[in-house]
């Protein structure tokens, strides 16, 4: 509801690209926010329809931006990734050889926004995120999905059973990062920006049970379990540990302003509040 009246709105498949189009054209827009995307334990599933969604959908609206000159922003992951690549301080350039097909179509995605802005102009700029934490929307089959049913299990229940080990350490972002760390990016000055698509950003670096003991220094009696997901600890144990953001932060000013500590307050108090 906030966001359906927000302004205006269109709901259509991002895979038709005449509604994509048709969209562009009637709003007249300057700048696509490219978010659509099957998330990668859903993409695991559905693999045919990931690439579908997820590569066919971007270029899509590529062509959107070619056509009426726009700026375009892809969502990149940690999942662009693979097991050949250094898992500490995963650097801005390294090797990218995911295993899964969520990382495979965000590999392409940055390929082709490469490719876009090298062939045709097009303003396309990127960022690889790490898992991302919200408040206000529930999670959609992602892989780091547990930094966000722990908090409203943790209200609920004070307990939660984790799909991931203990020690799965993983970058994670809270929303209101993310979003600045898009808007920042889109208003940055280009000609500062040697990477575009895509820059590593990140927050901290997490275990699920460090999560889980600075909720429990917040709410007493909160206890965690653990119940493997075999599809999903391996896709985990396949993303980098860590991320070196250094380009971001040189390149274009990129600072978080949540970390762990701060993250959990404000997600127990907007939980609790809701």
């Known amino acids: 509801q906030e966001l359906t009246e927000a302004g205006p709105w269109l709901a259509f498949d991002v895979r038709n690209p005449a509604a994509l189009e048709g969209a562009v054209t009637e709003h007249q827009i300057d700048a696509i926010m490219h978010l659509a ?53 995963t650097p ?56 966000v049913h722990i908090f409203r299990a943790a209200l609920k229940e004070r307990r939660y059973e984790c799909f991931l080990a203990a020690d799965t350490r993983l970058d994670l972002m809270y929303m209101p990062d993310a979003v600045r760390a898009a808007i920042e990016l889109m208003e940055a000055d280009g000609a500062k920006l040697a990477h575009r698509n895509a820059y590593n950003v990140t927050a901290m670096s997490v275990t699920p049970q460090e999560l889980a003991d600075a909720i429990a220094c917040r709410l007493p009696g909160f206890t965690i379990s653990y119940r493997v997901d075999p599809v999903r600890q391996a896709i985990a144990d396949s993303w980098p540990r860590s991320l070196d953001d250094s380009a971001a932060r040189a390149e274009w000013g990129w600072r978080p302003a949540y970390d762990l500590e701060a993250m959990v307050d404000e997600m127990l108090r907007t939980l609790s509040s809701g």
Do not use: M
């Open 37 to 89: 995307s099957l998330l990668s334990a859903v993409a695991e599933t559905q693999p045919q329809q990931a690439w579908d969604v997820n590569v066919n959908g971007l270029i899509n609206a590529l062509e959107a931006a070619r056509r009426h000159r726009c700026a375009l922003f892809f969502p990149s992951s940690i999942a662009a990734f693979g097991p050949a690549t250094p898992p500490e301080r």
């Open 92 to 147: 801005q350039v390294t090797v990218q050889r995911p295993t899964a097909i969520y990382g495979i179509t965000k590999v392409t995605g940055e390929l082709l926004c490469d490719y876009y802005h090298a062939r045709y102009g097009v303003d396309a700029r990127g960022l690889r995120y790490p898992g991302i934490v919200s408040a206000k929307t529930l999670p959609g089959g992602g892989t780091t999905d547990y930094a």
